[in-house]
C-alpha cells in the first residue's frame, strides 16, 4: 500500500479538506465520553499549521441516516479540538451549504474550520457525485486521515478524490505502515489471535491469515462452531451450525499450509439465560446440555500465554470470551497481560479488543491498537478499501 502522504506533497498554505473520525461516543448531554479518536488527529492536523494552511475538516457522527438531528451535531467536537490544540475551531452549520461555503472562502491561513456532520446528508452515503465535487469546491488538496470508514465507499472519503489531489494522513499512514508489515512481511514467528463471537464475520480473514500466519489461535463464541465440526457437543454455546463445512474447511487447510491452528482444551461454562450465576471449568469436549461456554478455561490460557512467549508478531482481533460479565473476563484479560509482558510487536483490531484491552489497564502497552474495527478486518482479508485506493501514489 505505496499511498503518498502530505509529506510527499506541497501542503505549505494551501487549503486543505481532512476527512477525520470523529465519531465519538457521547452521553445524552453531548459530553464527549472518549476523545481518543479526536487526539489521533492531531498529529495531521498540528503538521497542517505548521504548514501554515487553512484547514477544513469533515467527518460523521453516529447514524443521522441523511437527516439534522442536533444529537448528532459535530459543535461538541469542535470544543473539544479547541481545548486540545488551544486554539479557536470555527464552526460551519452544514456541510455544503452556503454557512459552510462562506466560512471556507473566508478562511485564512492557520486557521480551522470544521464542517457540520457529512452524514446530514444521504448523499454522502451514496457517494453521490455532485455532493463530493461542491465538498471538493472548498479546498486544493483532500487529505484522509479516518481509517475506520475508508471500507467504505462514501463522498467525504472517496468521491472527493476525484477532483482534488488526495494523499493520506499521517494516523492512515501508521495503520498501514503496522496492518501491512504484519501481513505482508511480519517478523516471526507470526501469531494471530481470533475471538468474537461468529465464524461468519471473520470467514475472509482466517482465510488469509492461514496463508501468513505461523499459529493461528481461535477463542471466543466461534471456537464452539469448529468443536461442533469435530462432532462434540457444545450445549447451549454459540454455534453456526451452518457453517461446520466451513470450519472443517478452514481446519484442513491449516493443515495443509503447516499452520499450527489451536483451539481452547477447556471452557468456562455458566447459564445461558444467566451469565452472572453459577459457573464451572469443563473439557472442550465435556460440555453438559443447557449450559453455555463464555469464556477459555485456566489450561487454555496458560497454552496460549505458553505459545505467544515465542511469537515476535501478534495480531489479535476479538475478545475470548464474555468479559463485559467478571467471571468470564479472565481469559481475555490473562492473554492481554501477558502480551503487555511479552517483547514483540502487538497489532490489534479495534472495536470489542480495544475495549478489552482498556479493562485490562494494558492499552498503553501494545504496538499499534487499529482505529478501524470493519476497515482493518476488511484490510486484512485483502479486500480493496475505497478510501486507500483512491489516494496518490
Known sequence: ???KTIKDIDVKGKKVLVRCDFNVPMDENQ???????????????????EN????????????PKGEFKLEYSLK??????????????????????????????????????????????????????EFAKELASMAE??????????????????????????????????????LGNAIENPERPFVAILGGAKVSDKIGVIDNLLEKVDTLIIGGGMAYTFFKAQGYEVGASICEVDKLDLAKALMKKAEEKNVKLMLP??????????????????????????????????ETINLFIEELKHAKTVFWNGPL????????AKGTNGIAKALADIECITIVGGGDSSAALKKAGVEDKMTHISTGGGA???FLEGKALPGIECLLS
Open 141 to 178: 488538496i483532500y487529505v484522509s486521515d479516518a481509517f475506520g470508514t475508508t471500507h467504505r465507499a462514501h463522498a467525504s472519503t472517496a468521491g472527493v478524490a476525484e477532483f482534488l489531489p488526495a494523499v493520506a494522513g499521517f494516523l492512515i499512514e501508521k495503520e498501514l505502515k503496522f
Open 52 to 63: 501554515n494552511c487553512a484547514i477544513i475538516l469533515c467527518s460523521h457522527l453516529g447514524r
Open 1 to 3: 500500500m505505496n499511498k
Open 321 to 328: 470470551g464474555l468479559f463485559e460479565v467478571e467471571q468470564f
Open 265 to 298: 482444551v477447556d471452557t468456562k461454562i455458566g447459564n445461558p439465560d444467566n451469565p452472572e450465576g453459577e459457573s464451572k471449568t469443563v473439557k472442550y469436549n465435556e460440555i453438559p446440555e443447557g449450559w453455555e461456554g463464555f469464556d477459555i478455561g485456566e
Open 31 to 49: 459530553n464527549i465520553r472518549d476523545n481518543k479518536r479526536i487526539v489521533g488527529a492531531l498529529p495531521t492536523i498540528q503538521y497542517l499549521l
Open 376 to 378: 482493518s478486518l476488511e
Open 76 to 129: 461538541p467536537v469542535a470544543k473539544e479540538l479547541e481545548k486540545l490544540l488551544g486554539k479557536e475551531v470555527i464552526v460551519a452549520n452544514d456541510v455544503i451549504g452556503e454557512d459552510a461555503k462562506a466560512k471556507a472562502k473566508e478562511l485564512q491561513k492557520g486557521q480551522i474550520l470544521l464542517l457540520e456532520n457529512v452524514r446530514f446528508h444521504k448523499e454522502e452515503t451514496d457517494n453521490d457525485k
